[in-house]
């Protein structure tokens, strides 16, 4: 298994200020995170909305990041 680029610090960092802000864009959280480079936090952004963890859209000519357990989550009955 190849280890994932991101450390759990930043991991951490991420998860904690969604998890109060539920949603900033991407500039917002790289302000709000100092400790961290503008590197670290897209590639943490990046593994952590590719595992589902946080979720990541386009809105116009910036992205938003959003906290997953702010959205409900959808359930599909097939029958």
């Known amino acids: 298994m190849v280890p994932s680029p991101v450390s759990l610090e930043s991991a951490t960092l ?3 200020l969604l998890s109060v802000r539920r949603s900033v864009t991407l500039e917002q959280l790289v302000a709000l995170l100092p ?3 503008w590197n670290q936090v897209f590639t943490t952004v ?3 909305s590719r595992r589902g963890e ?3 859209f386009r ?3 910036t992205y938003e990041v959003e906290w997953s357990a702010a959205r409900p989550k ?6």
């Open 46 to 48: 990046d593994e952590l």
């Open 59 to 61: 809105r116009g000519f």
């Open 14 to 16: 991420v998860r904690d």
């Open 74 to 79: 959808t359930f599909f009955c097939v029958g």
């Open 54 to 56: 946080i979720l990541l």
């Open 35 to 37: 400790e961290l480079t």
